[in-house]
């Protein structure tokens, strides 16, 4: 069935650095692309996705690009803050609508 | 306008209880999810509700577990005999009118259920 594969964490940077986290896929159609943010204390939000292939999915300074090629969607941003620091999860939309959710990894910030 | 609530935000109960927990949607959004989330794990799908019926459970692990919508807004799910295996926290989620049409997942805080 399909999967998502994320890196592990916790990932540790400092303030203003730059920030990879890998995600990859496995999918037997053409799945949606997700990155969801867990800040300390609240709920889910939708951070960006990604519709079809090469689409890059950006807000607040974080962008990803849908990259069939690789089955990849990486995320990255280019200079972290402390309020930065969260739990992402990468996830897909299968065929049948169902969202497939990666561990999550732990990003910490430090000043 | 308010978002995703859900109620309690923590659970406690003894092994072979039955809980009840309680999600309230965004106001005029017509599709409901739950999912469970594990430590260290992404959520998992347990079911997703079309206004007042089920259209997607075969994520629910197994017949301890039922979720109603019955007008199409609030839900409850419902554990019995509640087993330590189901220590998670449970995670409700609403968009505007369902997975189809690609429209984004608003979470709520999640109910911490404990049995001990």
């Known amino acids: 069935g399909d999967s998502v594969t994320q890196m592990e964490g916790p990932v540790t940077l400092s303030e203003e650095a730059f920030l990879t986290i890998n995600c990859t896929y496995t999918a037997t159609g053409y799945p949606s692309l997700f990155w969801y943010v867990q800040y300390p204390g609240e709920g889910l939000q939708l951070l960006l996705k990604?519709?079809?292939a090469d689409d890059k999915g950006s807000n607040k300074g974080f962008e990803a690009t849908y990259r069939k090629e690789t089955t990849s969607f990486h995320l990255e941003k280019g200079s972290v803050q402390v309020s930065d620091s969260a739990v992402y999860f990468c996830a897909l939309r299968d065929s049948n609508y169902q969202l497939i959710w990666g561990a999550g990894t732990k990003l910490i910030i430090k000043p | 306008g308010a978002g995703v609530s859900q109620t309690p935000s923590n659970k406690v109960t003894e092994k072979g209880k039955y809980v009840e927990l309680r999600c309230d949607p965004i106001s005029g959004h017509t599709a409901l999810y739950w999912y469970r989330q594990s430590l260290g794990q992404g959520p998992e799908f347990l079911i997703y509700f079309q206004g007042t019926g089920a259209a997607d459970d075969s994520g629910l692990p197994n017949d301890r577990f039922f979720a109603v919508r019955p007008e199409g807004s609030v839900s409850t799910l419902k554990i019995q005999r509640t087993e330590r295996g189901d220590s998670a926290v449970y995670l409700c989620a609403s968009s505007l009118s369902g997975p189809g049409g690609g429209d984004t997942q608003y979470f709520g805080p999640g109910t911490r259920l404990t049995v001990l």
């Open positions: 990604a519709t079809k």
